[in-house]
């Protein structure tokens, strides 16, 4: 029965996630252009090349795995698809999203707290999304049907599918050993994401 409470002194999970997330979400957020003055259409496009270029591998390896505690709604918040509907807005066909290099270093999801860890992070990513919605659409003219969608991806849902989020983050009995799991797995996906976007020469 004991080993079944929670230290009361212990983080929850979002804020373990939180704390050791903080310094990597603000050093890739300094680094993303879509406030620069020099972000036109042409880096636009690329930009969101390489983001399905992480995210397609990313959610496969997520959801093929059979490892995400259950209660996480992957047909609700699959983030890919809308991805390929902005590319082919913006004139790429499906041979030629099909050809777009893959991010193949991906964070290890070895474990269902790792899992969580890695959504948390493409679950957070969502928050900022009205605001570059309106910014690209004022400086680029991109909206939702002319390959703007993905930016705003759940759009006037955003705010009650985070916290539904959070509620079943909140729901899963975690020890500290995978709280950590968790943190470490979150952490994997902003660099590997970062790296990514680097090497794909569309960052700040």
Known sequence: MHSQAHDVGAP???????????????????????????????????????????????????????????????????????????????????????????????????????????????????LGGQVLRREMAQRLGVNADNGGAFLDVYGAETGRRWKDFLDYLGRQPLDADDKQRAVTAACSTFSCFEQWLDGQEVLL
């Open 12 to 126: 929850s999970l979002l804020e373990a996630l939180r704390t050791g997330t903080a310094l990597l979400h603000v050093a890739l957020e300094k680094r993303l252009p879509f406030f620069s003055e020099r972000l036109d259409a042409d880096w636009y496009q690329r930009l969101l090349q390489a983001y399905y270029g992480f995210y397609a591998p990313m959610e496969a390896a997520l959801y093929d795995c059979d490892l995400i505690p259950e209660g996480f709604d992957r047909v609700l918040r699959v983030k890919t698809p809308t991805l390929v509907n902005d590319l082919r807005a913006l004139s790429l066909n499906d041979h030629a999203i099909n050809a777009l290099p893959r991010c193949a270093n991906l964070p290890v999801l070895d474990t269902p707290a790792a899992c969580l860890g890695a959504l948390y992070v493409l679950e957070g990513a969502t």
